[in-house]
Nanobody
Framework: QVQLVESGGGLVQPGGSLRLSCAAS????????MGWYRRAPGKGRELVAS???????NYADAVKGRFTISRDNAENAVYLQMNSLKPEDTAVYYC?????????WGQGTQVTVSS
């Protein structure tokens, strides 16, 4: 079964950093554009960053200069390095293809930025 599993979330103070990981169970994801998404309390899910198979990246304006998306196709993994975290980054973070597929939504990983 093809699936995506997120990890690496936690509680961090404003200005801190976290690195999220997304483990893909199928090699099909190596040729896919992948994305990190988030859903903040009371809001809809939004795209945070995406990365193509050829490593072209794109970021939401709210995270530009603070977040970095990367991937390791040999490990079937996608990462999100988050620096200079702000309270408004608090959300559940998910990885999926871009555009997203309903078949691949996982449980996500909670990121809470609070002092």
């Amino acid at each position: 079964q093809v699936q995506l599993v997120e990890s690496g979330g936690g509680l961090v103070q404003p200005g801190g950093s976290l690195r999220l990981s997304c483990a893909a169970s199928g090699s099909i994801f190596r040729i896919k554009t992948m994305g990190w998404y988030r859903r903040a309390p009371g809001k809809g899910r939004e795209l945070v960053a995406s990365i193509t198979a050829s490593l072209y990246t794109n970021y939401a304006d709210a995270v530009k200069g603070r977040f970095t998306i990367s991937r390791d196709n040999a490990e079937n993994a996608v990462y999100l390095q988050m620096n200079s975290l702000k309270p408004e980054d608090t959300a559940v973070y998910y990885c999926n293809t871009y555009p997203p597929s309903s078949a691949y939504w996982g449980q996500g990983t909670q990121v809470t930025v609070s002092s």
